[in-house]
DNA sequence: CATGAATGAGCTTTCATTCAT
DNA sequence: AATGAATGAAAGCTCATTCAT
């Protein structure tokens, strides 16, 4: 995860070249950036010569929004995969947030393109990861419109909350990220578990002792 | 709001001339980004020549670390203007939200240069603002450890809990700010309430209908 | 002598581009100065865009590293080339002084730059150039040690002696090899008889153990 | 010698504040080179403010060329107050040498000035050295001739020659200076005999008429 | 007598991008 | 399918120089 092949192997099917740029652009552009990343950079990590980058991705631009296309699929399916329909919606939330820990550890060239590139350099980008965005948030709000149902009430949450609440969700979840990986080894599903503890109880309830735990 | 006087008004004292630059850095760099924001745009924005800038400010590195500096302390100030010791921790906590809020919508450039450009830009900028993170965190935990206090349990949260608690709220609130100012039409204190629904009451509460208000 | 190519001739492999652009950087160094000399000049002169220069050469500072390497080369080989060994000191002497005199003046900004340049700007250069002078000064303090045996005197100069009158030497045609070059009318085997008239007599002496003293 | 009074003393006489600025001018020009200097540098070293160096000395090649024609003089100076008149010409010769190396060696950026910086950027400044050499020649020429006649010889050395000696006699003495430095402690006074071991006993046997030729 | 404020012009360096092969 | 050669444009930074006070 993150290296890339740098050995020379000539004349390969364009699929694979084109596969080989764009982990490299990836971890270019997650590591140092959109601008500070050079087409010179990424065609050297790639193995390939510049203008075969061109040839076939087109731009800079292009290329970056297809790391963020690309990047934006993979978490979304790694996040779905991880969701069994059926089972209680708590259950679901936590395995949604779990499989998202998990790939964002996991993968975090991409995970750095998707929340600080993508959105820290204007419009043409922002439009994209917003998408990937609204359509987690759509996740998530089926989720609670599920649990809400299952609660056998009939007022669901409005559409904006729900957006707002995803919002918060995953911010939550990237700073408790962030903050995990800095005090050392606190594993996807533990971390999943405290931002379960949190959203889905609240402070209020947490402060009389009560707790959410998967097997509940 | 963001708007800085072109009006050229020659011989200003350097305190005056200084915060017209850093007044045109901050607008600058929060829109375009670090990389992308040229030192000849700010100085034309500032109404000066860039001799001027680096006069005074050195170099593009130090400008963006003063930008990061005086942002920092004005949104510490703002939510600790805000927060009144001695009411109810959720009510300190509400308080302390909603002066986020208003000052991160105010000041949209600011809040950018601190959560979007500062993190985006490598160590001497991310440590900055990670600085000023540490600042709040600690005062939220502070206020999450009161409350529990309040609700007259000996079973306090453990020292660990409430500081990734305390993470995760702030993420969430860090979250929306930027949701609500890209939203436009979310207003601080009804951000405030989105975030204090979510993390006092939880949404396992939320979902039977349970509200935080203000004025419990 | 000096000037360069300017017709532009398009895609020509890098040894020949890169010979064109050190031609032009000696002459623009020797002519201008390291700082006086611009990338922009040395570029236009060479009959290519500045990036090229900085593809092919790095900077200003490996340029000018590169010039001063290069005509070190060619100024040591022509002496070397010159000097016969077997012959009688003096004689090997004088084919040293004047090969040393006709590659200095018909080569004069590459003299330029090692002898008036390469010294006057700062350690990384001046320790370039100075090797190469104490190639030139290990040569000629053997040849004069050769010659003092070749006295049939058993008392040989001292090592200390032979090499300051080397220094002594080497200076002296240092600075009527720029003299000669400036003066225009004097030809390289006019200054190498001058010198040997000059150095060689006196040395004659040495050899032969007079001294001379202030109180004499 | 090198350091300049930086302590702020206002309302000084014109003269003085000259002085220093000259003073400030030479230790800068002759440590980081004509261009390299900047003239912000010598206000500062001199405690003036840049307008004031400008009003005194008008531009920085103004002031450089001052500087030039104060240490030319100081040289000259120097070396000719040690020459006495009516002693043996090699005497004198080899007073006038210690005197020369005593005063670069007490000197050093003023000798740098003159040595290094001024024949290196071109024409108005070289043409300034040319002149203060041209008296050291003549100082030199005369010494020479007044030791050739006082070896009764009616054939004097031609003025072309005495220039050249003069120039390999500078250069050599310069190329000691430095070896002298670097090879620890070697006096002002020693170096001088050392060159007039190596100069004189040459010039001695040139002005009975002697010659050193190839064919010899 | 002395200076804080200000700038036009130029420098080194980098980068996305394109030919010609 | 792939690349070595080449560049227009722009960015960060510095400097000699001048006003207005």
Redesign the interface.
Known sequence: MGAVKGAKAKRMPRAVRERQMMDAAVQTFGQR????ASMDEIAELAGVSKPLVYLYLNSKEELFTACIRRESRALIAAVEAAVEPGIAA?RQ?WAGLAAFFTHTAGNPDGWAVLH??A????EPFAAEVAAMRDQIVAVVTTL?GA??RE?H?D?E?AG??A???A??????????AG?ANDSGDVSAKEAAG??MN????????????ER?SPSR
Chains 1, 2, 3, 4 share one sequence.
């Open positions: 950036g959109y601008r500070a708590d939330l600080r590139q959105r820290t350099h204007g609670i649990a809400a609660a009430r007022r949450l904006q909350d957006a707002g609440l919002q918060a969700l995953v911010g939550a979840a990237e700073s408790l903050w405290t931002l949190f959203a889905w109880m609240g402070l209020g309830n947490l402060m009389v002792g959410w």
